[in-house]
Nanobody
Framework: QVQLVESGGGLVQAGGSLRLSCAAS????????MGWFRQAPGKEREFVAQ????????SYADSVKGRFTISRDNAKNTVDLQMNSLKPEDTAVYYC??????????WGQGTQVTVSS
């Protein structure tokens, strides 16, 4: 069993920055990749960013490319999301996810990010 705990959400003005962190605990942890998703009120959950665990290859949604940066620390089993130049449309609950196999992923409980205009 893997547990993911997010932290770092909060309220920020447009143009500001926040850094989200996700810590994984549990059994031996060696996922295929880890990522961040978000869900705004009344909308479906959407992909934000992903990083492969071994090679550190990153990918981003077009809406956050150039503003957000995902990184991981294999020794600490953490993945961070640095969010800069935040916009009101970035307001959402942000979820950390870890894909441990093709058919199995784990999710965190989510952390609220609110960007005021």
């Amino acid at each position: 069993q893997v547990q993911l705990v997010e932290s770092g959400g909060g309220l920020v003005q447009a143009g500001g920055s926040l850094r989200l962190s996700c810590a994984a605990s549990g059994r031996t942890f060696s996922p295929l990749n880890m990522g961040w998703f978000r869900q705004a009120p009344g909308k479906e959950r959407e992909f934000v960013a992903q990083i492969t665990w071994s090679a550190g290859i990153t990918s981003y949604a077009d809406s956050v490319k150039g503003r957000f940066t995902i990184s991981r620390d294999n020794a600490k089993n953490t993945v961070d999301l640095q969010m800069n130049s935040l916009k009101p449309e970035d307001t959402a609950v942000y979820y950390c996810a870890a894909r441990v196999s093709v058919v199995l992923s784990y999710w965190g409980q989510g952390t609220q990010v609110t960007v005021s205009s």
